[in-house]
């Protein structure tokens, strides 16, 4: 067999891809382990087995029907983690319908957004969460909403909106108000009567698995957010062999602290439980450290999934120590890069043995990449592994697109059953990462080794040029994260008039530790080249982030840009 010398690499397997959409799916699984534990939710202080958590979702999708909603519609869900949010997930999916995840942060400007660009026809969400006041919200954004009659609204800012509906994720059929034009949870559910079952298996018989079912907005950490649309095809094979690659059973119990709006959540929580048969633990609303640890412990769950920042905060909590975490055996880290002291710190600490890296992207459904608990070491905490089956992936060169050579850095590039549908109603944007051959470009910068295995450079915009060399701030975040007083780190690079651009880094310690920039500049001189050194080191208490635990670089950069600009 000749040696492959090209950064190319396609997995196969022996289980062919699923052929079902996900009502189909959920259906067999339901038959199965009808009396297991498909759902807790530990703020709700509710739980519901596999054949309750079906009748719930049949009475939702039936009571969806009788409000007018047909398959191909969109509706948007606005709230953080709870049943109410899973039930709209498999319910919409019963019947066809596109879901469109909403950021829970969103405020009035950016909720607009999202109706608009996804011509959302209908509206779940609670009254509010945190300090947003989402009723204040949308009140905001469309004034004439206060004298809409409930069930039907005639919106002229947007016309595509037509209902509306309100519920409390602690009593969702308790009605309080009001709310002007909004409808209530009980409002929808005594409609569901109107609906037989017959007519509800009837339209889910009708549903294709390349049929859109979701609408997913990118998280916006190098730009405006992009609709990208995901199909039954799409995730749900997805959730299917990354449940495979954990090993995952009706035996597992996953705490899922990151929000469901996202792939992480959605797909690789919700959806890879529901395929299998396992539990879904909702530890907290939005992430919490406490919550998740005391979850872990009182459900007795095998599995947690998290981005680093989550990891951290969790192995940092003062109780951490106070918790029986013996039941753990797996989790995905990913959404971000995972240092390898953390990934040390995960398997020791928290018995999570079998923590797998993965990565990916929102529109790759969204899992391309995944450790395997047989990889050493080494390649777990260097590489993101290989891809999942049935996927191709290579690296090109960025400006020429040619596939470059193995252990050379490039883009790396997805094609097979994963690739997004498209962006929503935006063929422009979606040929400007799709290309012709059906090669989705990342935008992420990598190399892969002889076996396929990939590791992770930096993202393509993020590559820094000093004076003609090219830097990969993950190389200078990985030294500087094994300095012993460094909890969290960030690379990125700022204007240079002499060097084109020149590295900075943004440092957050360990608590009640203190350092200057030249002890942290000495470090890295003893582990990196010189030109790698950051020329500027700041030290911060946060960072700019997304709900997810993706730190937004683009706002560190705005922002140091504007402190070191020169007073006008």
């Known amino acids: ?25 959920f259906a067999d699984v339901v038959t199965r382990f009808a009396e297991r534990d498909a759902v807790v939710s530990i703020p709700q202080q509710r739980r519901l087995s596999y054949a309750a958590l079906k009748v719930a979702v049949d009475e939702l999708a039936r ?23 899973l039930l709209l997930q498999m319910a919409t999916a019963r019947i066809g319908v596109v879901l469109v995840n909403i950021n829970p942060a969103y405020r009035s400007r950016e909720l607009g957004y999202a109706l608009a660009r996804s011509e959302v026809q209908g509206l779940f969400m609670i009254p509010r969460f945190r300090h947003n006041d989402y009723v204040g919200s949308l009140l905001e954004l469309i004034p004439e909403f206060k004298h809409a009659a409930p069930g039907e609204c005639k919106l002229s800012a947007f016309p595509y909106l037509r209902r ?11 009605v309080t108000g009001p709310f002007p034009g909004c409808q209530t949870w009980r409002d929808i559910h005594e409609s569901a009567h109107r609906v037989t079952t017959h007519e509800l298996d009837a339209v889910t018989a009708s549903i294709d698995v390349d049929d859109p079912v979701n609408i997913q907005y990118t998280s916006g950490t190098t730009g405006s957010p992009k609709a990208v649309v995901l199909t039954h095809h799409n995730i749900l094979n997805n959730a299917l062999f990354a449940a495979r690659e954990m090993r995952f059973t009706e035996l597992d119990r996953l705490a899922v602290p990151v929000p469901f709006y996202h792939c992480f959540g959605m797909v690789l929580s919700n959806l890879l439980c529901l395929s299998v048969g396992a539990c879904v633990v909702i530890p907290c609303e939005h992430f919490d450290a406490l919550q998740v640890l005391q979850a872990i412990e009182a459900e007795g769950c095998t599995a947690v999934h998290g981005v680093p920042t989550m990891f951290i905060a969790e192995l940092e909590h003062p109780q951490f120590h106070e918790f029986d975490l013996s039941t753990l055996r797996a989790g995905i880290m990913a959404g971000a890069p995972c240092p390898s002291a953390l990934m040390k710190r995960v398997m020791e600490k928290m018995h999570c043995q079998e923590i797998l890296i993965g990565y990916g992207q929102t529109e790759a459904s969204p899992l391309t990449h995944l450790t395997s608990r047989g990889d050493s070491m080494k390649r777990r905490i260097n ?4 891809n999942l089956p049935h996927q191709e992936v ?12 193995v252990g050379t850095v490039g883009e790396v590039c997805f094609r097979g059953y994963h690739v997004m549908k498209g962006y929503y109603r935006d063929a422009k944007a979606t040929r400007a990462v799709v ?3 059906g090669w989705l470009a990342s935008g992420d910068l990598g190399s892969m080794d002889r076996n396929g295995y990939v590791r992770i450079t930096g993202r393509r915009k993020e590559m820094i040029i000093r004076g003609g060399e090219n830097i990969y701030p993950r ?8 300095h012993p007083k460094v909890m969290e780190v960030a690379v990125f690079g700022v204007p240079d008039d002499v060097y084109g651009e020149q590295v900075m880094a943004w440092v957050q310690l360990q608590p009640n530790q203190s350092a200057e920039e030249q002890e942290i500049q000495d470090f890295c001189r003893e582990h990196i080249a010189h030109f790698k050194i950051p020329k500027f080191i700041w030290f911060v208490s946060e960072f700019p982030m997304t709900v997810t635990g993706k730190l937004q670089k683009f706002r560190m950069r705005e922002i140091a840009l504007q402190k070191m600009s020169p007073k006008a």
């Open 475 to 482: 190389e200078i975040e990985d030294v500087i994260f094994s």
């Open 383 to 386: 590489t993101v592994g290989r």
């Open 164 to 174: 509306i509906v309100i519920y409390h994720p602690e009593k969702p059929n308790t």
């Open 1 to 25: 067999m000749p040696v492959r010398t090209k950064s190319y690499f396609h997995r196969g397997s022996l289980d062919p891809l699923l052929g079902d959409t996900i009502p189909t799916r």
């Open 394 to 405: 290579k690296i090109v060169d960025p400006e020429s697109r040619r596939t470059v050579t």
């Open 435 to 437: 290309d012709e051959n």
């Open 63 to 85: 009571a969806l029907l009788a409000m007018g909603f047909v398959p191909g519609d969109r509706i948007g869900i606005w709230a953080p983690n709870n049943i109410e949010w």
